[in-house]
Nanobody, 124 residues
Framework: QVQLVQSGGGLVQAGGSLRLSCAGS????????MGWFRRTPGKEREFVAA????????YYADSVKGRFTSSRAGAENTVYLQMNSLKPEDTAIYYC?????????????????WGQGTQVTVSS
């Protein structure tokens, strides 16, 4: 079992930055790939980023590549999503997710555990 608790998010102007946090607990958290997804009204949840167990490898959606960075602090059992140069189209509810495994996963169906979601709103 893995429990994920998210924090961060909020309202920011276009061009600004925000950092999301996802604190994990449970026996397999330290052996899980961590992903970030987002959902906007009327759309399906979409992949944003993923980071491997040791934090050495990451993968990003084209829409956020070069602007978002996912990292993990093993000692803190926390994963971060640093979001820079935010655009109004980044407005969404953001979710962190976990799946046991040492690779990178980007399909929503691969993930087993989910955070509660946090709202990010970017004003123009």
């Amino acid at each position: 079992q893995v429990q994920l608790v998210q924090s961060g998010g909020g309202l920011v102007q276009a061009g600004g930055s925000l950092r999301l946090s996802c604190a994990g607990s449970g026996r397999t958290f330290g052996r899980s790939c961590m992903g970030w997804f987002r959902r906007t009204p009327g759309k399906e949840r979409e992949f944003v980023a993923a980071v491997t167990v040791n934090g050495a490898n990451t993968y990003y959606a084209d829409s956020v590549k070069g602007r978002f960075t996912s990292s993990r602090a093993g000692a803190e059992n926390t994963v971060y999503l640093q979001m820079n140069s935010l655009k109004p189209e980044d407005t969404a509810i953001y979710y962190c997710a976990a799946v046991a495994g040492f690779g990178l996963f980007w399909r929503e169906s691969d993930y087993t555990y989910w955070g509660q979601g946090t709202q990010v709103t970017v004003s123009s």
